[in-house]
């Protein structure tokens, strides 16, 4: 089976624009879920979709949005991007979700200017 | 140690020695924890979980120890390998949302 893939791996930005990123989950899962992290605070849970449906949703602005998609994959989308946006974004896909048995992607290392 | 939220130590043990990673967790209402391991470059791997029912679990050259008196968990790797190193984090459930530690560096020498 295919592991988690995110695209792109790495992405430079300017402060104030916008960004996509996109995850394709395992075949089979139906839960995916988009973390933040940074060396200063570590994993951070952005929101995580079941379904399409979003079914949990961290502490961050509504600069961060998401989606999935009717065949699972999922995006997530940072709005006026801010300096402190630069970080690993990790997706995670799970059968079951709320967390439990998640396999995670190798990240999108963005980088805002 | 690690502590959720805290900044991130570093641990050297030869190889063949077991190593022990400790977290702190601040929730005693959490139940359910997680140890992951995160090599450069790549996204977090489970290592092993354990229910708030239980003080203490095995897996293959790992494992994992509960202590909800003092609300402290640890992560035992025995006879540890160069492959072991990495970046290791705890994580909790606390109602339904994980929270996760900063991680601990460890570094085997060969």
């Known amino acids: 089976k295919a592991g988690v893939t995110q695209t792109p791996r790495y992405l430079i930005k300017t402060r104030g624009q916008q960004v996509t990123l996109s995850c394709s989950p395992i075949s089979g899962h139906r839960s995916v879920s988009w973390y933040q992290q940074t060396p200063g605070q570590g994993l951070q849970f952005l929101f995580e979709y079941f379904s399409e449906t979003q079914r949990n949703k961290g502490n961050f602005p509504g600069r961060f949005s998401g989606r999935q998609f009717s065949n699972s994959r999922s995006e997530m989308n940072v709005s006026t991007l801010e300096l402190g946006d630069s970080a690993l974004y990790l997706c995670?896909?799970?059968?079951?979700?709320?967390?439990?048995?998640?396999?995670f992607g190798p990240g999108t290392r963005l980088t805002v200017t | 140690g690690e502590s959720v939220g805290l900044h991130l130590p570093t641990l050297s043990v030869q190889e063949g020695d077991n190593s022990i990673i400790n977290c702190a967790y601040s929730n005693s209402a959490s139940d359910y924890f997680i140890w992951y391991k995160q090599e450069s470059g790549k996204g977090p791997q489970f290592i092993i979980d354990i229910r708030s029912n239980m003080d203490k679990r095995q897996g293959q050259r790992v494992t994992v120890l509960l202590n909800k008196t003092v609300k402290h968990l640890s992560l035992q790797i025995a006879a540890t390998q160069p492959g072991d190193s990495a970046v290791y984090f705890c994580a909790e459930l606390t109602g339904n949302q994980f929270y996760f530690g900063t991680g601990t560096s460890l570094t085997v020498i060969p």
């Open positions: 995670a896909s799970s059968s079951i979700g709320g967390g439990y048995e998640q396999y």
